[in-house]
């Protein structure tokens, strides 16, 4: 399978399918431009006083910053990889999924009015997914969306995502937002993408990189992902947060790369069985079973799990500390610390943690260091857990 199209497995059956498309590539047909979105010298963020608009109304506003993506790869005989993105300012930069342009050796950016442009990589995060391109455009083909803020966002909302699923050039689809919050594997699987939207409007291969729309208009996510026991869209997909997108552009168009605080543990969710075992009345809270070696939590002095015991056939690590709380905010699964060092931390940044060891509540407060990719942490790793 091309890598544009990578299955990552999941638990029952279930996989995770990043949504770019392989096809052979033809020519669009020219559709006028219509212009509604003002140029700016910087991404444009969104007024929470503007007031709601129809669907219609949405895709008329934003159609002409929605962007085709076309690849070229090393030796792909299938024609290339193809995926969606969206005008980020007026100096030319697109964003997009990394998992889009993965390995292009030549990628090209195609407006709605159908002129195309060979577009140069700037910067990509593949723990986040993201990746800027940028077009020698001249400013009448630029129409920056507004990013909206995810953070504002309800379950149960209306939303909308346009893009190119099956190389069918500016289709929309609309829904609610189905949840907030998720964890998704990123491509290096060592490691989750926190924060994340889940959403049951339609997306297909080819929306990768895409934006997902609120009533407004503005953008509150990057389409990326679907889940599904066949590959087929089955009303879950899942697209990284206009929140996310704020933090970790600007900073890919400045430096090429993005550098993400890491703890260095990993172990799992406390739950009923688990808390029953350990003898504490909380189920909520994340249990510590590796520290990993030279990490801030070994340097800081968090324990790992020491003992095992089985129970009803099961196996059960035991004996390490567990986090309760990270900079006052309580902990109930290990989401609520991804989600923590993906909005409010950065490399260097002091990080205060309340922990239950042997008993006892104590604290200790770490300092967050450059995360390293999976494979330098291949010999720590721990089986069924995550790495933060």
């Known amino acids: ?152 966002l309800k379950v149960g909302e209306q939303i909308a995502a346009i893009g190119n699923p099956f190389g069918l050039s500016g289709s929309m689809t609309s829904g609610i937002v189905s949840q907030i919050g998720r964890l998704l594997p990123s491509q290096d699987r060592g490691f989750q993408i926190p924060d994340i939207v889940q959403t049951d409007a339609a997306i297909n291969p080819g929306n990768s990189g895409g934006p997902l729309l609120n009533m407004r208009g503005e953008v509150v996510g990057i389409n990326t992902a679907i889940q599904s026991e066949t590959g087929d869209f089955a009303g879950v997909g899942f697209a990284i947060p206009s929140r996310t997108v704020q933090k970790i552009i600007p900073t890919l168009i400045e430096n090429k790369t993005y550098h993400h605080p890491w703890v260095g543990i990993s172990g799992r969710d406390i739950d009923l069985d688990l808390a029953d075992i350990l003898k504490i009345e909380d189920t909520r809270g994340f249990l510590i079973i590796n520290v990993l070696k030279d990490s801030p939590a070994e340097k800081a002095g968090l324990r790992g799990t020491t003992n095992s015991t089985v129970v009803d056939g099961a196996t059960y690590q035991i004996g390490g500390d567990i986090v309760l709380a990270v900079d006052g905010i309580t902990v109930r699964k290990i989401d609520d610390i991804l989600i923590h060092l993906q909005r409010d931390k950065t490399v260097g940044d002091e990080m205060a943690l309340q922990i239950l060891r042997d008993g006892r509540v104590t604290s200790l407060v770490l300092t967050l260091e450059e995360r390293p990719n999976s494979g330098v942490l291949a010999n720590n790793s721990t089986t069924n857990s995550t790495q933060k």
């Open 1 to 152: 399978m091309n890598k544009s199209n990578v299955i990552i497995s999941g638990l029952l059956g279930i996989v995770i399918v990043l949504v770019a498309y392989s096809i052979i590539l033809n020519p669009l047909q020219k559709t006028p431009t219509i212009e509604y979105i003002s140029k700016t010298t910087k991404a444009v963020v969104g007024d929470q006083t503007s007031q709601d608009l129809t669907l219609t109304e949405i895709f008329e506003k934003t159609e002409s910053g929605v962007v085709r993506i076309n690849v070229k790869r090393p030796n792909d005989q299938r024609g290339g990889g193809l995926g969606s993105g969206f005008v980020y300012d007026n100096e030319g930069h697109i964003i997009t999924n990394d998992h889009v342009i993965e390995n292009a050796e030549k990628i090209v950016v195609t407006f709605l009015d159908g002129r195309s442009f060979k577009a140069n990589l700037v910067g990509k995060d593949l723990y986040t997914d993201l990746a800027v391109v940028k077009v020698n455009a001249s400013e009448d083909a630029l129409y920056p969306l507004t990013l909206g803020n995810s953070s504002k």
